[in-house]
């Protein structure tokens, strides 16, 4: 079964948002004020807006496949197979067998999903890091 409660976790502030230098020489970055250099180095560490929709995407499908995939193991375990033909029980053992296979690969693709959530999430928490450690809270 597949929890969406491993969805990306978005970053505090954006500095893609249009950038606005005060008269102290701060920049806006997000919900911070920061020196031009860290600004710009925050920028760096930024992780892409881009990547986590594609996450997003990514999560959606598969959960939309485990949805499909419960049911067709609800349709499999509820399939009528006839015992006393060879023929039914062979159908029915290569169902399974297709089923099972499909899970092994969905399973897998649901690990490396998860792996990069956490890549991702663990490089929003460098960017928020660095901005709470190198500039000023703006509001």
Known sequence: AFSDDSSPTTPASNSTVTASQSDDGLIQTGQYRCSQYHHNRAGELEPSATENATLDSKT????????????????????????????????????????????????????????????????????????????????
């Open 60 to 139: 959606d499908q598969l959960a939309s496949e485990s949805d499909r995939m419960d049911s067709e193991k609800y349709r499999l375990e509820n399939e009528y197979v006839d015992e006393y033909d060879q023929w039914s029980i062979d159908q029915h053992n290569e169902s399974i067998d297709d089923y099972n296979s499909r899970l092994q690969s969905y399973r897998y693709r649901v690990q490396s999903h998860e792996a990069a959530i956490d890549n991702y999430n663990a490089r929003v928490e460098t960017y928020n890091n660095y901005l709470v450690a190198n500039c000023t809270r703006a509001y």
